[in-house]
């Protein structure tokens, strides 16, 4: 773990602070999530922190950039994790929605693909559809992709999240100007006002509990209460 923190730090890649770190270990420790689902692999950093402090857990990860993805394939197979492991590449705001909804899978996914969901084998048809069956659903759901678009990945979020099961969002408090009834200034307006509103959802949700943890870039434990 240490050689991929200083890869990170060398090449600028973003990846969870030192106190937050330690938030997802303990979740991940008392919870032993079976499914988990992370947002944002980049080069595996969280994804591997899980699966090492985790008995026998299995990670999804969905990360955008191809290069990402590669360097993420090997961390995870240097340490042994890569049978545990999924890297699904594309954009999370399309990828969720083809996870909360199976029928809408897209032909270029492949058979094993359909097989470790419990689809039938053959689950993609000629129309580029797979036939309707269950979609996964995950215990746990790190949420560290494009802060912006929490909001809109959150009703598909909370599809794929078992009844009790929970998500950890990270930088939601953007160095604290979401909490605050400041109008944003223009440079991270856009972010501010829709993690404001991802942030008012959850609490007004009423199958939902969550709590705010205000440390470094500020995270939001939720808990899906109902379904
Ligand atoms: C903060 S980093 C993730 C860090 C990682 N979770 C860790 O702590 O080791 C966010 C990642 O999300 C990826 N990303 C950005 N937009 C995305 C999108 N639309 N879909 C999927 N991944 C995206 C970025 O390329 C980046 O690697």
Known sequence: MKEIEEFAKTNNVPILRPQSRQILIDL????NPKNILEIGTAIGFSGCLMLLNSKNSTLTTVEILPTMVEIAKNNFKK???????????????????ELANPRFLREQKSSPFCEKRGFAPDCVGSGGFAT???????????????????FEQLPYLLKLLKKDGLILADNVLFMGEVLSDIYPKHKHRTIILKLRKFIETVQSNPSLESKIIDIEDGLILIKKITN
């Open 79 to 97: 340490l042994g994790l890569e049978n545990r492991v999924e890297i699904l590449q594309g954009d999370a705001s399309e990828i969720v929605k």
């Open 28 to 31: 991940i420790k008392q919870n």
């Open 132 to 150: 309707l069956y269950q979609p996964q659903q995950f215990d746990f759901i790190f949420l560290d992709g494009p802060k912006s678009h929490y």
